[in-house]
């Protein structure tokens, strides 16, 4: 299994981005998936996860109403929609896939900054 994220960047507070993880290498509808973060000096944590059919996702706090998370299993690619940006929100954003083990990308990087 391979995972390619995409889409990060540099954005002033307040404003969105959408990432990409676009994912090979397995049968995509079978995996949950997901996406965490992580800041310089800090340790990784989650964001979003979605389940293997779409139909559950949970949230860290920080991000409930700001951030959506999808998944498009025509495309093989899982999305994060990041609206209402933060400072604290700036990390290297990695997705991930699971079934029976964790599969992870490669990061991307989101910088929120005025």
């Known amino acids: 299994v391979q995972l390619q994220a995409s889409g990060g960047g540099l954005v002033r507070p307040g404003g969105s981005l959408k990432l990409s993880c676009a994912f090979s290498g397995g049968a995509f509808s079978s995996y949950a998936l997901g996406w965490f973060r992580q800041a310089p000096g800090k340790k990784r944590e989650f964001v979003a996860t979605?389940?293997?059919?779409?139909?559950?996702?949970t949230y860290r706090d920080s991000v409930k109403g700001r951030f959506t998370i999808s998944r498009d299993n025509a495309k093989n690619t899982v999305y994060l929609q990041m609206n209402s940006l933060k400072p604290e929100d700036s990390a290297v954003y990695y997705c991930n896939a699971y079934l029976g083990r964790y599969y992870w990308g490669q990061g991307t990087q989101v910088t929120v900054s005025s």
């Open positions: 979605i389940s293997w059919g779409g139909g559950s996702t």
